[in-house]
């Protein structure tokens, strides 16, 4: 069972926008403004697309935006594209006796 | 641009230690902190552990026991080693660049350890 809570899979046609939701509790996701999300293709390691809940790397289409409410963090992909379909992982800090960096299970997101 | 490159056996018998070597390229080792994150096949990421330069280190508390980071500047490396495998270690092995608070923004290709007797 992972730390974070993510849909198991999300799904959207091309043009569509989508949301992802991360939840967590009031020892990570809520204590912290530390989310990240990454992309994974099949076969390939994952990229970072979001960093500090809203921000986004240089070179990462502003398609993808990043917002948190509570202890709930979430990730819009607008303007759905073929090549957006694979797998994102949302990653925050937690703080329970000592700090450290826990991962949402992850979402397998299909563009129909 | 920082690469990261991943090495080590690729196939391990239970109750042996998994030692794997990252090389960093592109940038320098003394700026971050590097860290390890793994994925069982199908799954999802888990992080291990990271380490910075003059190897102060933090470790998931669930691997904690059975693990040990290290880093060799001269050679712009950083390694991690698990003892007492278990087929449930088998995973693929990244090496990542720590950037900020739990910002991984580099990533090695990855390595497939395989735990089988």
């Known amino acids: 069972q992972s730390a974070l809570t993510q849909p198991a899979s999300v799904s959207g046609s091309p043009g569509q926008s989508i949301t992802i939701s991360c939840t967590g509790t009031s020892s990570d996701i809520g204590a912290f403004n530390y989310v990240s999300w990454y992309q994974q293709h099949p076969g390939r390691a994952p990229k970072l697309i979001i960093y500090d809940v809203s921000n986004r790397p240089s070179g990462v289409s502003n398609r993808f935006s990043g917002s948190k409410s509570g202890n709930t963090a979430s990730l819009t992909i607008s303007g759905l594209q073929a090549e957006d379909e694979a797998d994102y992982y949302c990653n925050s800090y937690r703080n329970v006796a000592t700090l450290y960096v826990v991962f949402g299970g992850g979402t397998k997101l299909t563009v129909l | 641009q920082v690469q990261l490159q991943e090495s080590g056996p690729g196939l391990l018998k239970p109750s042996e230690t998994l030692s794997l070597t990252c090389t960093v390229s592109?940038?320098?080792?003394?700026?971050?902190?590097w860290g390890w994150i793994r994925q069982p096949p199908g799954m999802g990421l888990e992080w291990i552990a990271y380490?910075?330069?003059?190897?102060?280190?933090n470790y998931n508390p669930s691997l904690k026991s059975r693990v040990t980071t290290s880093v060799d500047t001269s050679k712009s490396q950083f390694s991690l080693e698990m003892n007492s495998v278990t087929a449930a270690d088998t995973a693929v092995y990244y090496c990542?660049?720590?950037w900020g608070y739990g910002r991984f923004d580099f990533w090695g290709q990855g390595t497939l350890v395989t735990v089988s007797s």
């Open positions: 380490i910075d330069h003059s190897g102060v280190s």
């Open positions: 592109g940038g320098s080792i003394s700026l971050y902190y």
């Open positions: 990542v660049r720590l």
